[in-house]
């Protein structure tokens, strides 16, 4: 029984304190002054750390999902990685997921922030889904940021434009062609898939009522642009994670920026006008070899933050 106490002590001040300056003062607070005592708790609270210092890692679910959505990779972080200070973010869950987009981010970054505050030596950011443009809104509204790896896994970073379970729950009777008619309008782009639907047949309606996507894309003018884009490319490595057996981000490949033109041909990352334009950042982040993607084939969209072999090949090297 005592180990046991011992055992979660130890956990509990070292997922409180990132760093090693806060697990300093842990021991200090703890012994009382008690010479002996302050050396065994060094040892048993700062070691661990000074063997293998780990950034910090926050992890962001997507639609309808929740903290649960992100165990899995957790377990796996916490794993290969021990001693991790790992948080999934608790926050808009399940149904709450299809609150305004611009609401949600403003909730995400007031959580994120104080972790990032706590980690001098910054933090890893992992979002899934829709937590993937969560996490680009959040980082574009957060001047001082410390993202070091920013990994976004399956995002419709680019839009979405195609039939899904998830549409056809809101809206039964409305196809992909219709859906344009609830989506661009002011009420429609208060439901966070509305957001981030872009029908490549009706841009000017998109770039007319898009209050979300489109302005974070640089796709329309908004007097913010210049210090989101700056905030961007405060990012040091971001990740893509996306591929084609992807049943519900359509086309699969907007989880590596690219989308469809007017014909649905899918129009790669490096050949948008918001690439070519270096409207938001992402050029100047590719130039200086800062994107990596990582596509792998037969993985389903709910499966990528739960495979092992997703998070061995694309993931784990990048959480140091």
Known sequence: ???????????LYRDRCPTLECLAKAVVAMTDG????????????????????YRPVILVHGLFGGPEQMATLKKYIKR???????????????????????EQVDGFRKAIKPIMERAKDGVHLICFAQGG??????????????????????SPLAGHYGDSKYISKFFPSLSKSTLYNACYTTQG?????????????QIEKYLKY????????????????????KN??????????????????????SSMFGFY?????????????????????????????????????GVKHNAWPKNHKIYKKCIEKWLT
């Open 34 to 53: 008690c010479r002996p005592c302050v050396f065994i708790w060094a040892v048993l609270l700062l070691l661990p750390t000074v063997i293998m210092a």
């Open 133 to 154: 443009l969560i996490c680009r809104g959040v980082l574009a509204t957060l001047p001082h940021h410390n993202v070091h790896s920013l990994i976004l896994v399956s």
């Open 261 to 297: 033109d007017s014909d649905e041909n899918v129009i790669d990352m490096e050949h948008q006008d918001f690439y070519v334009n270096d409207a938001f950042g992402l050029k100047t982040l590719n130039r200086r070899e800062a994107i990596v993607k990582c596509i792998v084939p």
């Open 210 to 229: 898009s209050v979300f996507l489109a302005p974070l894309n640089g796709e329309v003018k908004n007097a913010k642009s210049k210090a989101w884009r």
């Open 80 to 102: 290969s990685h021990p001693g991790t200070s790992v948080t999934a973010i608790s926050l808009y869950d399940g149904d709450a997921s299809v609150k305004p987009m611009w």
């Open 189 to 201: 782009q208060k439901r966070s898939s509305c957001s981030y639907w872009k029908d490549p047949h």
């Open 1 to 11: 029984m005592a180990k046991h106490h011992l055992r979660n002590k130890l956990q």
């Open 232 to 253: 961007f490319l405060r990012i040091k490595t971001m990740v893509l994670l996306g591929g084609p057996d992807n049943e519900v981000i359509k086309p699969w490949q």
